[in-house]
């Protein structure tokens, strides 16, 4: 089954207020997920992997993807996760570059191919949440992003 956005929201990442706003109606709701996906610059897009490659690397895909899915009742934590394709320890490498999680995160999981997830604990500021997100992609891609981004809303 495949699953479409409800809407697409491009945005800069110096001005991702409808990206919290999108956040925040799904949040009331307690359904549904946003991803998040970067661009690259034109002159740095990763080669397309084959398919052997992306059954047995032990890496992510190269260009992350960050997903936020809010909690499922009121006052639970959301779901935070980045998909990328730096490695083994992201949450070290980010820690390296002084982007430790923010006060509150849990790790569920650090993993070299399914990247990182962490919990957000309900009332934490989301528009920080999401440039702590977006900061992170920059840490954990090899190629240059432009700031430019592409938010994926979907509703169930």
């Known amino acids: 089954m495949v699953v ?18 999108a956040i925040d109606l799904l949040s009331e709701r307690g359904t549904g997920w946003i991803n ?5 610059h034109e002159d740095h897009q990763p080669a397309p992997r084959s398919f052997a490659a992306w059954v047995f690397a032990s890496r992510g895909e190269p260009v992350p993807m960050i997903t936020w899915t809010p909690p499922a ?9 980045i998909a990328h394709g730096a490695g083994p320890r ?6 390296g570059a002084g982007l430790t999680l923010p006060p509150g995160w849990i790790k569920v999981t650090d993993h070299a191919r399914r990247g990182i ?4 604990p309900d009332g934490a500021d ?25 938010a994926r809303v979907y509703s169930t």
């Open 36 to 40: 998040l996906v970067p661009e690259v």
């Open 117 to 120: 997830v962490c919990t957000v």
């Open 90 to 95: 992201g949450l070290a490498r980010l820690a």
């Open 126 to 150: 989301r528009s920080d949440a999401v440039h702590w997100l977006l900061t992170a992609a920059h840490v954990l891609c090899a190629a240059p992003l432009t700031g430019s981004w592409l």
């Open 73 to 81: 009742r009121p006052g639970g934590r959301a779901s935070v996760g």
């Open 4 to 21: 479409t956005p409800a809407e697409e929201i491009p945005f800069e990442e110096d001005d991702y207020a409808a990206v919290v706003d």
